[in-house]
């Protein structure tokens, strides 16, 4: 009689820790084959225009770095420019005066859409900033934005 | 008035840029790879980095900003940036300043692929450390394309995640640079 309670205290045991493993595994599987959401799906923190991000960040860059840094923005702008980069392309829209520019890389499955846009374009934005710095190459200050697409 | 300042500052950039001759980029792409044989994950690009090359004085340079980094799993990305590692929110942007050592050996003016050896500062994690690299350049009509593959000692730049002594993140990931000056 005591030994099959014990038993059946072990089976019980050894079906918890089964499921504890199992679900951990699960878990860090999924963990690790996570992709990034369709920035397309993704509700922008902020919505703003090319001319008032860059004067932000030229007034002060680490405030701003504290504000945007990893944030979904929309940005609305003229397109200044268009720039290849290896099999994607890149969108720029940039401050005359100052050289300042804020650009833009495509997500994966947008890369498409963003090569349809022209220089001179007026065009709205969504993509994860990643901040901005001063450029001494460029002597100017430069923003950056990553998985991004065209709302509008 | 506006117009006139324009003007003057179109006048003096082009004046600038004939007496540099120094060409830049800012989708020039950094590739990183700290992949090891227990994890396929650590892998990112960079496609929005500024670099320049100065054909005359041999010049060279880049500057990139950390969470520019694209990796495809949001886990591994948010471990690149945090502070075990690149500490970017402390240390937002990595660069390099260096010179093109054997700048004869390269003929800007004449189309052709060139090998070049660079030497130059490489600053990142808060830490400035000289790196020495072969890259290879290919003149064709007024267009630049450079590329350079290198390594880095994480240690050397006080990069020391556990990760890495687990041996699922590289001790020295390769970098490589690639930059299109037209």
């Not at chain 1, 944030?71 to 720039?83: F, S």
């Not at chain 2, 020391?160 to 590289?170: D, H, M």
């Given at each position: 009689m005591q030994s099959t309670k014990s038993k059946s205290w072990l089976k019980k045991i050894a079906v918890i820790i089964l499921i504890f493993v199992v679900a951990g595994g699960l878990g860090i599987y999924l963990i690790f084959t996570e992709k990034f959401e369709d920035t397309g799906q993704q509700k922008a923190a902020f919505t703003t225009?090319?001319?008032?991000?860059?004067?932000?960040?030229?007034?002060?860059?680490?405030?701003?770095?504290k504000k945007y840094a990893e944030?979904?923005?929309?940005?609305?702008?003229?397109?200044?420019?268009?720039?290849i980069a290896d099999t994607t392309i890149n969108i720029k829209m940039t401050d005359t005066l100052t050289g300042s520019y804020i650009i833009f890389a495509f997500q994966e499955q947008h890369i498409k859409e963003a090569k349809q846009l022209k220089e001179g374009n007026?065009?709205?934005?969504?993509?994860?900033?990643?901040?901005?710095?001063?450029?001494?190459?460029?002597?100017s200050e430069f923003i950056t934005f990553k998985r991004c697409v065209i709302t509008k | 008035m506006k117009k006139t300042l324009i003007l003057f500052a179109m006048v003096g950039l082009t004046n600038f840029a004939i007496?540099?001759?120094?060409?830049?980029?800012?989708?020039?792409?950094?590739?990183?790879?700290?992949?090891?044989?227990l994890d396929k994950l650590p892998k990112a690009d960079n496609k929005t980095v500024v670099a320049s090359i100065d054909t005359k004085t041999g010049n060279v340079a880049f500057e990139s900003i950390i969470k520019s980094f694209t990796f495809a799993n949001p886990k591994m990305q948010?471990?690149?940036?945090?502070?075990?590692?690149?500490?970017?929110?402390?240390?937002?942007?990595?660069?390099f300043t260096g010179k093109i050592?054997?700048?004869?050996?390269?003929?800007?003016?004449?189309?052709g692929t060139y090998g070049a050896n660079v030497t130059g500062d490489l600053s990142m994690h808060g830490v400035t450390k000289q790196v020495t690299t072969t890259a290879t350049i290919i003149v064709a009509g007024k267009?630049?394309?450079?590329?350079?593959?290198?390594?880095?000692?994480?240690?050397?730049?006080?990069?020391?995640?556990?990760?890495?002594?687990?041996?699922?993140?590289?001790?020295?990931?390769?970098?490589?640079?690639v930059a299109d000056f037209k």
């Open positions: 225009n090319a001319d008032a991000l860059i004067r932000e960040f030229q007034r002060n860059d680490s405030a701003a770095n944030k979904i923005i929309t940005v609305t702008g003229q397109i200044a420019e268009t720039e007026v065009v709205s934005i969504k993509g994860s900033c990643s901040g901005g710095s001063y450029s001494k190459i460029l002597e | 007496a540099q001759k120094k060409r830049t980029t800012t989708s020039a792409i950094i590739n990183f790879d700290a992949t090891t044989s948010e471990h690149f940036n945090g502070d075990k590692w690149m500490d970017s929110d402390k240390y937002p942007t990595a660069t050592t054997n700048l004869a050996a390269v003929n800007f003016k004449k189309n267009k630049i394309n450079t590329k350079t593959d290198f390594s880095v000692k994480l240690e050397d730049y006080g990069v020391n995640g556990g990760a890495i002594a687990a041996g699922k993140v590289s001790k020295d990931p390769k970098i490589s640079v």
